[in-house]
């Protein structure tokens, strides 16, 4: 019985499997996809990672498409009095970007919106 695998490999790729020789390995042993992660390191990095993809992908005549995973905004939450605050339906939640001590009515975050305050309800 000859058996088709439907399945793709994605592979994510990190400074350990950066490297030319790195890359041929992982296109010959069935990776399918190549996945880069750009919440880390910087674009000149990936610019030789993908041009490095493309050569090796070429010269083994093995199509692997590039996904990029591209880094998002980050808002991360000023300190919290308890240290932890848990939301419940209905409740309303000031968030501001002044520097305060997070409470269950009111967090801040190192956000810059055009109004100084912003209300989210749950």
Not at 16 to 41: K, Q, W
């Amino acid at each position: 019985m000859n058996w088709v695998r439907r399945a793709k490999i994605v592979c994510t790729l990190g400074p350990a499997t950066f490297s030319p020789s790195a890359i041929e390995n992982l296109i010959r042993t069935g990776m399918d996809v190549a996945r880069l992660n750009f919440s880390h390191g910087d674009y000149p990095i990936y610019d030789r990672v993908i041009r490095t993809i493309r050569e090796k992908s070429h010269r083994l005549k093995k199509f692997i498409p590039i996904v990029q995973d591209l880094q998002g905004p980050k808002l991360r939450t000023g300190e919290l009095e308890n240290k932890e605050l848990e939301l419940k339906r209905g409740q309303r939640l000031l968030v501001t970007t002044q520097e305060i001590m997070g409470t269950q009515d009111m967090i801040s975050v190192p956000f810059q919106p055009k109004s100084q305050k912003f209300l989210l309800q749950t």
